[in-house]
């Protein structure tokens, strides 16, 4: 097994297993972090800070590497335009966010605590995809 | 004022850390970006970016298998309060898309892009956490929930 394959399930295991400690499994939890004009609920704060925080250190090491440590180069996003399909597709992402109380990562570890709810969730989150793919996807 | 005594700030702040250390090992270790709406549709097959698949097979799985020992060795297990299938079908439409046209989720310009500073990022996170206030803000007001 190479070891890009082993740093991807090490932090596939501590991303499943954080998701799963932080609350954010349960839709009913996530919605009431978007309820700020009803019965908020702050939880979701603590879970997005406590990973910036992480993630901001690891990001000023990244600025003085050349190369990660199991690979030749970096594979990053660098676009910095901002345009329509961003915004937009942030609008649609936050309106079926918060009817489903669901978003990628806990709708999929849901797969495994609540199998049934889960599945239909995930399939229509893969048609949504697949429809953006035939509409306008570039591969 | 807000009511905040439901809230599990301790479990979030530990489960957020746990969360960006597995971040970091993929940024630092495999030089990618933790964004998990790209590496489910890279694992699905449906977009082919420069990842490769066992990568984004591997992180994907691994993600279900983390969840499920947190099941397994807690006393009282993992809470998940589902709605309907009709707002599972609905919500499950517009996330894979949005994320999609959007070029990411929370974890992508939540965690990964909002730490790096990056202006998409920046612009996209308020946006969804504001479009997704506004329709929870209507779901109250028009008595639709569970």
């Not at chain 1, 932090?11 to 954080?18: C, N, T, V």
């Not at chain 2, 949005?98 to 990056?118: D, Q």
Request: charged share 10%.
């Amino acid at each position: 097994m190479n070891r890009e394959l082993l740093a991807a399930i090490l932090s596939g295991l501590l991303f499943g297993a954080g998701l799963a400690i932080s609350g954010m499994a349960d839709p009913v939890r996530v919605r009431g972090f978007l309820d700020i004009f009803g019965n908020w609920d702050s939880t979701l704060v603590f879970v997005m800070g406590g990973a910036v925080v992480v993630m901001a250190v690891a990001w000023v090491i990244q600025g003085k590497m050349s190369a990660p440590l199991l690979r030749e180069e970096f594979s990053l996003p660098e676009t910095a335009t901002l345009d329509v399909p961003l915004v937009a597709g942030a609008i649609i992402f936050g309106i079926g966010w918060a009817l489903a109380g669901l978003c990628p990562g806990p709708a999929l570890i849901g797969l495994v605590l609540v199998p049934t709810s889960a599945f239909i969730f995930v399939l229509a989150m893969l048609s949504g995809m697949g429809i953006y793919q035939i509409t306008m996807g570039r591969k | 004022m807000w009511e905040i005594s439901n809230a599990m700030p301790i479990q979030g702040f530990i489960g957020g850390i746990m969360i960006g250390i597995a971040s970091a090992i993929l940024l630092i270790g495999v030089g990618r970006i933790a964004g998990i709406s790209g590496l489910f549709g890279r694992a699905s097959g449906l977009t082919r970016t420069d990842t490769p698949w066992k990568v984004a097979a591997g992180f994907i799985v691994s993600l279900l298998v983390g969840a499920w020992i947190v099941q397994v060795a807690s006393n009282e297990g993992v809470v998940t309060r589902y709605p309907s299938e009709v707002l599972l079908v609905a919500g499950g439409l517009l996330v894979g898309f949005g994320t999609r046209l959007g070029s990411g989720c929370t974890s992508g310009h939540g965690v990964c892009g909002m730490s790096r500073l990056s202006r998409r990022s920046l612009i996209a996170t308020p946006i969804f956490i504001g479009s997704g206030t506004l329709t929870v803000a209507l779901m109250n007001f028009a008595g639709i929930g569970q």
